[in-house]
């Protein structure tokens, strides 16, 4: 008699697919209304990412009107982008191990931890990046209108 076969998956729980594949513009009309549902679902439950977008909002139109080389530009955008980025990722790491259970443990608490590490960071690359491509411009202009 053969032993079950440890890899064997479960079998999936809730509603059954219909059997039609999604592929090419639907599956992407699809991906796009998950992403905005995960966007919507952040700005409701995260304080920090809703702050994080107030940033964005007045960052990236500034990234595209200061006097700096395109490629400088799409590294201003692309590191207020960045923080928004881990953000989500932070959030989803979170959601999903609260919705696993909310008890307080050793690994749950470090997933977390490094998450939050990683917004860290990538607030850290924003700030170099703002700081080294316009400080020099605002020290232009503080010392000339000054």
Avoid: Y
């Avoid at 809730?14 to 952040?42: E, N, Q, Y």
């Avoid at 809703?50 to 590191?79: K, M, Y």
Wanted: aromatic share 6%; glycine share 6%.
């Amino acid at each position: 008699m053969a032993k079950p076969s440890s890899t064997r998956r479960p079998p999936p729980s809730g509603p059954k697919p219909s059997g039609v594949k999604r592929s090419g513009l639907l599956h992407g009309f699809f991906a796009l209304r998950h992403s905005r549902d995960g966007i919507v679902a952040t700005w409701r439950e995260e304080s920090a990412f809703r702050q994080e977008v107030c940033a964005a909002v007045v960052l990236l139109p500034i990234a595209f009107v200061v006097p700096v080389s395109t490629t400088e530009r799409v590294l201003l955008a692309s590191s207020v982008l960045l923080v928004l980025l881990v953000e989500l990722i932070n959030s989803s790491i979170e959601a999903a191990i609260d919705r696993i259970s909310l008890e307080r443990h050793e690994l749950s608490g470090r997933a977390k931890d490094c998450g939050s590490a990683a917004v860290t960071i990538a607030i850290v690359i924003g700030l170099m990046s703002w700081g080294m491509i316009c400080g020099p411009l605002a020290w232009q202009w503080v010392r000339a209108h000054w």
